[in-house]
């Protein structure tokens, strides 16, 4: 059985109530309370081309504190100095006391103590304050990456912890073992006691490379569980390497974890992390035959909230949701058989084991048209979590009306890749003046393209060239390279999709540009394809030119 936090499955309320505690007392039983830190804001943040800025950082804790997530990782401090700022923003977020059911906070550090004060410094102003500090534990990782003996690294598991401990600024300390399920078992309860008895209270156990499997997880977290004494929750964080993320997380909980590391959407790292609408909506459907002898799980994750979560983090990170994601993918409650389709039509149950509007799914609808002001525009921006300053809805509301003049209809699904559109393309140096193409199956494409280079506050100097390709979209990109002098940008990934239905349906193009070793992303949206990839395209180069 799976009930959702504060509420019984008669919907009375339990009051009161410590988040802290895991095992609780309700109707019904004793049920194990397992907690969800989303750490789509920093390993999410760590997927190729993904990068978030502050307001979208607070966009997106906003929506994660709705949906009642416990613990939101917020970033790695000490990484840069403007993760640092958002990591603050969010943290002083929560000292307003501005997040829904008031999660904590955490920071990312390695076992260096500059990283241990970045972290400090920029999560002081939280409510409740989290540090989450990892050191690698296996062999490969301390040989090849960190150079130093087994010893050494319980030294500075012991050292910084403690100074982390004794810095009075953090509520709770999570330790992480990175690369666990590699490491020599025995070494790891090692690690694990020495983290332990200098202060941390909450064990990770991640499988960074995503190589475990259900049965030797599960054995791995017993170890742990039996072997290390003193106070301590156990955490999992998994990686989708070889697609069990999902799968290990559920064996750790019967192992005795009472945290799930995961991000919306599955974000992250190389194949992301758990994803955690598959681990909620899991629980939800199959809480009955996780814990042995059927004990009853809860949690505090509203799974109304999971399909207009997964949209947002879609649509601000751009990274698309695959049609058959599980849960959260567009067919994931399709039928498209004949046979399936008669059976659902005879009874849902046949063939769906979940009910679409348990995950929030609504049918996509029509919210705005041309003749829509401003302030409608702000309201539903607002009420699908954008928080955009003045300038924001001025620039997105006037994209808003010259797509309203050409499509009839405006959806959600529209609104949110305007905005999305609008956050990508913040700041850059070439914006599109013009574009004319020449194309047909029987000549080679041709693009004459004219760009707005802005450079400081100058009024910006328009700048045209040609340039031919195969097909429009080739030759609009060619164009562009030209003028930019982007010849060393690859392009590694290009595609297009119709947000909604009809021949007028708004078109989202996403690319993806590879200079170097960096990954730059990109998106564009019109009713006009080619305008679309070209807005994607200059996009990408903004990006890539902002870090040159
Ligand atoms: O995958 C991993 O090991 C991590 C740690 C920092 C917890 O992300
Ligand atoms: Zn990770």
């Not at 829509?372 to 607002?382: E, I, P, V, Y």
């Not at 930019?484 to 690319?511: C, F, H, R």
Request: proline content about 2%; some cysteine; charged content about 25%.
């Amino acid at each position: 059985m799976f009930v959702r936090l504060f509420c019984t499955a008669d919907g009375r309320k339990i009051a009161p109530y410590s988040k802290t505690e895991n095992k609780i007392d309700v109707t019904g039983g004793i049920m194990t309370y397992i907690k969800f830190c989303d750490t789509t804001l920093r390993d999410g943040e760590q997927t190729p081309g993904v990068h978030f800025g502050t307001a979208q950082k607070l966009d997106i804790t906003k929506r994660l504190s709705k949906m009642g997530v416990d613990i939101i990782e917020a970033g790695f401090p000490a990484s840069s100095v403007g993760d640092a700022a958002a990591v603050r923003a969010v943290a002083e977020a929560s000292g307003r006391g501005e997040l829904h059911g008031d999660p904590v906070i955490s920071a990312l550090s390695r076992m260096i103590r500059s990283d241990i004060d970045a972290a400090s410094e920029a999560i002081s102003p939280a409510n409740r304050r989290r540090l989450h500090i990892f050191i690698a534990t296996s062999d490969i990782h301390l040989e090849n990456k960190l150079k130093i003996t087994r010893e050494e690294a319980l030294a500075r598991i012991k050292e910084n912890v403690s100074y982390a401990k004794g810095l009075g600024v953090f509520d709770e300390i999570e330790f992480s073992a990175e690369d666990a399920t590699r490491t020599d078992p025995d070494f790891l309860i090692e690690a694990v006691r020495a983290a332990v008895s200098s202060g941390a209270g909450i064990v990770n156990i991640p499988d960074t490379v995503g190589y475990t499997t259900p049965d030797e997880f599960s054995r791995i977290v017993k170890s742990v569980r039996e072997n290390v004494a003193g106070e301590f929750e156990i955490s999992v964080h998994c990686h989708n390497d070889l697609g069990l993320a999902a799968a290990n997380s559920l064996a750790a909980i019967e192992a005795g974890a009472v945290q799930i590391e995961c991000t919306v959407n599955g974000l992250g790292e190389r194949a992301g992390n758990a994803a955690m609408e598959e681990i909620v909506m899991a629980l939800s459907v199959r809480g009955d035959v996780i814990l042995s002898g059927g004990d009853k799980i809860l949690c505090g994750i509203n799974t109304r909230e999971i399909a207009e979560t997964s949209r947002m983090v879609s649509s601000i990170s751009g990274v698309a949701v695959s049609p058959n994601k599980a849960i959260v993918g567009a067919n994931a409650f399709s039928h498209a058989s004949g046979i399936h389709q008669h059976g659902v039509m005879a009874s849902r149950s046949t063939y769906e084991i979940m009910d679409p509007g348990v995950i929030g799914l609504s049918s996509n609808s029509i919210v705005l048209g041309k003749l829509s002001g401003r302030h409608a525009f702000a309201d539903r921006a607002a009420s699908l979590g954008y928080s955009l300053d003045t300038a924001g809805i001025d620039a997105a509301f006037a994209r808003f009306k010259e797509i309203a003049d050409k499509k009839s209809v405006i959806t959600n699904d529209d609104v949110r890749a305007i905005i999305g559109e609008y956050l990508d393309g913040l700041s850059g140096m070439y914006y599109l003046n013009t574009f004319q193409i020449q194309s047909g199956n029987h000549i080679k494409a041709m693009a004459l393209v004219s760009l707005k280079i802005q450079n400081g506050d100058s009024e910006g100097e328009i700048v045209t060239e040609a340039a031919p390709g195969e097909g429009p979209i080739d030759a609009s990109f060619n164009a562009i390279n030209r003028i930019a002098g982007a010849d060393e940008a690859e392009l590694i990934s290009y595609n297009i999709t119709a947000i909604t239905e009809g021949t007028d349906a708004l078109g989202e193009a996403k690319v993806k540009i590879k200079v170097g070793e960096s990954v730059f992303t990109g998106r564009g949206v019109s009713t006009d394809v080619i305008k679309a990839s070209i807005k994607a395209y200059l996009s990408a180069i903004n990006k890539w030119k902002n870090v040159k």
